[in-house]
């Protein structure tokens, strides 16, 4: 079992920059691929970006140019440096490990942090 602690979240105005971070309390193999996901209200729960501990990183298209996706392997944290950001930005944000290297499954979730974008 792993918890996993998002912060950094909060209320920005559009073009502007939040830094989220998501702490793991203890490695354990999940942690090999870290993701955020974010929801929207009234919309299903989307992927945002993934890293392996290889340092892999993938993207959403919607985010793509604008978010980048860092780790620190040290500290299991993985951050997720948001700029330019825009009113459909607007959602809570959720770190997730998994899958393995070994490629398993094994989907923890934190419990999410609030990023509001104004325009």
């Known amino acids: 079992q792993v918890q996993l602690v998002e912060s950094g979240g909060g209320s920005v105005q559009a073009g502007g920059s939040l830094r989220l971070s998501c702490a793991a309390s203890r490695y354990i193999s999940c942690l090999y691929t870290m993701n955020w996901y974010r929801q929207a209200p009234g919309k299903e729960r989307e992927f945002v970006s993934a890293?392996?501990?290889?340092?892999?990183?993938s993207y959403a298209d919607s985010v793509k140019g604008r978010f980048t996706i860092s780790q620190d392997n040290a500290k299991n944290t993985v951050y997720l440096q948001m700029n330019s950001l825009k009113p459909e930005d607007t959602a809570m944000y959720y770190c997730?490990?998994?899958?393995?290297?070994?490629?398993?499954?094994?989907?923890?979730w934190g419990q999410g942090t609030q990023v509001t974008v104004s325009s």
């Open positions: 997730k490990t998994g899958p393995s290297r070994a490629g398993r499954s094994c989907d923890y």
């Open positions: 890293i392996t501990s290889d340092g892999k990183t």
